[in-house]
């Protein structure tokens, strides 16, 4: 049989199929999320997310300059608060020397080099495990009050010397709110990487297990986005963009790289994508049984985030594909 045009040219050989890759991956393209407790020599296993663990913050600075040897270039930082600091008002979450704001500065002293994010969101503060500030008698999320806090919590991060605040809240208004305090205390070059479309999810159950975090009372559907709308990303997007944002974010990412896509597509800022703890957990889960190969999954999925048009992604994987990047 005679044909010109034969694509499996193409794919015949490793050297070839590199040549021509649309997509490419690479460690500096990752951010490390990762958890931290108080106390010294602290590491604490979360069983729902194998290979994560809950550190001290002397390990978590050891940690953090190991990832940076292995090319990783950002780390997300999020607390463990012990219960009793928890309050309605979130008070604790611009303690300027509260656990977070001391891990910052001890980080950001380990590892001068390494970008730091830190997450703006009231749950791990909240006695009611909101991202905002309950209403006692009609269990509303009040939305202005919240973004008071949500500011001066910010601030005290950018103090402390965060490079990246970002907003996972889903309050209206909180990227103008939060970029206005920054600048208005000197703190310009303080980026913002919004939680743009953050929808309200089943994937979030494994890390909300590691900072104890859940709601104690109803859900975020109020807030959080609906799973069942794309434009309304695009109006989020517009928005945060107004407000003042720097890179925009999705959350979750593997169902909803369409989502990825339409932000990229309209949007001439950096797309980021959080390859979240349900998606991290069911792949572990999956491969302890036997029924996937667990690397295999993890490049494919990493992969397909940057082919919909993340330039950012975060995911519990950073490590594990930082470390085989390397091998290659």
């Known amino acids: 049989m005679w044909m010109k045009s034969r694509p499996r040219r193409l794919r015949q050989n490793n050297h070839i199929r590199d040549l021509i890759a649309e997509t490419d991956l690479r460690a500096k393209d990752l951010i490390a999320p990762l958890f931290f407790i108080k106390g010294e020599n602290q590491r604490v296993a979360i069983d729902s997310m194998p290979g994560q663990w809950r550190l001290s913050i002397d390990l978590l600075c050891e940690h953090v300059q190991y990832l940076y040897g292995l090319g990783i270039r950002c780390v997300a930082l999020f607390p463990a608060i012990e219960e009793e600091l928890k309050t309605s008002d979130a008070k604790e979450a611009y303690n300027p020397k509260g656990l977070n704001q001391n891990a910052i500065k001890a980080v950001k002293k380990a590892c001068p080099q390494m970008l730091i994010m830190t997450d703006v969101a009231l749950d791990p503060y909240n006695s009611d495990g909101h991202d905002g500030i309950v209403d ?193």
Do not use: C
Request: charged fraction near 30%; proline fraction near 3%; glycine fraction near 6%.
């Open 136 to 328: 006692k008698n009609t269990g509303e999320i009040l939305n202005d009050e919240t973004l008071e806090v949500l500011s001066k919590m910010a601030l005290e991060q950018a103090h402390a010397g965060s490079d990246i605040i970002g907003p996972s809240d889903m309050m209206d208004g909180r990227v103008e709110a939060i970029r206005e305090t920054l600048d208005e205390h000197g703190f310009h070059n303080v980026m913002i990487m919004s939680y743009t479309a953050k929808y309200a999810s089943s994937f979030y159950g494994p890390f909300r297990d590691a900072l104890d975090s859940a709601p104690k009372a109803g859900d975020k559907k109020t807030y959080q986005m609906d799973y069942r709308n794309t434009h309304e990303a695009l109006k989020e997007m517009a928005l945060d963009e107004y407000e003042g944002a720097d890179i925009l974010m999705v959350k979750p990412g593997l169902a909803y790289l369409d989502v990825v896509q339409k932000l990229k597509m309209h949007s001439q800022l950096p797309i980021a994508v959080y390859n979240v703890s349900g998606e991290y957990a069911m792949v572990k889960a999956a491969a302890e049984k036997g029924w996937l190969d667990e690397k295999e999954i993890m490049v494919e999925m990493l992969y397909a985030f940057k082919r919909a048009g993340a330039d950012i992604i975060l995911s519990y994987f950073s490590e594990e594909m930082a470390k085989l990047l390397r091998e290659h």
